[in-house]
């Protein structure tokens, strides 16, 4: 490529910027040219943000923390001797399975937690009333179901398991509306164990008592998860040792029962012992059987204590919530810079067509 071509391109270069530059300029003078329009535009938007903010109504943000400790792998190392003894493997004390990590988070946001927690009721105004027919009733929602007669009368009685199709699509879309704008599930510090659950709502008792069942709910599940192959082993051992007991009265009743039957047995006749020393054989037998399931029992109950988390509430709802409320002035700055800029843009949009 020759000098004069490179000093060609670079002219037409220089052209073109300095075009861009005269471009904004011409632009600029006439937003200013209209600054009458632009001022209008402003004025409209300073009075839709203030009705803006005076018919918006306040929110109400209810904020439950507490600390989750988990039962530890090596929970039961003081009792791994004496189990290895009597033969009994505790394994490893349980392994935080479904709940590792953050996983306790999602499940807060889970559609069985958050429906759970919907269908409890509670007292509102000195009458008991279901917390989702308190939503709907605070965000006006049969006013937009008016025209469907299923809608408009629908209620959420009974057993949930008998739900028909319309009351599981509002639930459905309830539980995204909480995930998506209502419901706020995290960890303040990552290092530490505390969870803090956020409910924002239109309605302040709604926002309380939704997140106090919502974190009793999910609590409750998680103990019961954590400890539930537990519990269903000390139940197992205890229906064992019952058993061997009522097992070894009986033996005991039977050798009682051969005693009396012949109270004054000739000594010289062993024949007329045989059956007392059998009776009694069982009552040996049985004793030791029983003292091993009391020990394996008393064993797994350790464990079951073990594997029961400690979940302690820090901080609840108290009333009165936090109360959010775009204040006056805020909605009328607001609308003020969005309406300027809408018609700074409508007025370079329109700039730009004419030039077409």
Known sequence: MSKSDQHNINNAGEISVLDLIDKIKSVTRYIKTKWVSIFIISILGALLGLGYATFKKPTYTAV????????????????????????????????????????????????????????????????????????????????????????KNINFNGNPDSFNRKQDSIITDLVELFNK????????????????????????????????????????????????????????????????????????????????????????????RTTSQKRQVDVQANTAIYSEMVKNLELEKISLR????????????????????????????????LGAFFAIGILIVKRIFEKL
């Not at 999602?106 to 509670?122: G, H, Q, V």
């Not at 051969?258 to 062993?270: E, G, H, S, W």
Request: glycine share 8%; with cysteine; hydrophobic share 40%.
């Open 64 to 151: 439950c923390t507490f600390v989750l400790e988990d039962a530890k792998s090596g929970g039961l190392g003081q009792y791994a001797g004496i189990a290895s003894l009597a033969g009994i493997n505790l394994g490893d004390g349980g392994s935080g399975g479904i709940f590792q990590g953050d996983n306790i988070l999602e499940l807060y946001k889970s559609r069985i937690m958050i429906e759970k927690a919907l269908l409890n009721s509670c007292s509102f105004d000195g009458g008991k009333q279901l917390l989702i027919d308190r939503f709907i009733d605070s965000y006006h929602l049969k006013k937009k179901w008016s025209d469907d007669p299923e809608l």
């Open 181 to 272: 704008n209502l419901l706020d599930v995290s960890k303040p510090d990552k290092k530490l164990n505390i969870i803090q659950v956020d409910v924002t709502s239109k309605d302040e008792l709604f926002s309380k008592f939704f997140t106090e069942k919502l974190v009793q709910t999910v609590n409750d599940f998680y103990i019961q998860t954590k400890t539930k192959k537990a519990y269903q082993n000390v139940q197992l051992l205890q229906h064992q040792a019952d058993s061997v007991k009522t097992i070894l009265n009986f033996s005991i009743n039977g050798v009682a029962s051969a005693i009396d039957a012949d109270p004054n047995a000739n000594p010289q006749m062993l024949t007329l």
């Open 306 to 337: 073990q594997e029961m988390p400690l979940i302690q509430v820090i901080d609840k709802p108290v009333l009165p919530l936090k109360k959010e409320k775009l204040t006056k002035v805020k909605g009328i700055l607001i609308g003020v810079i």
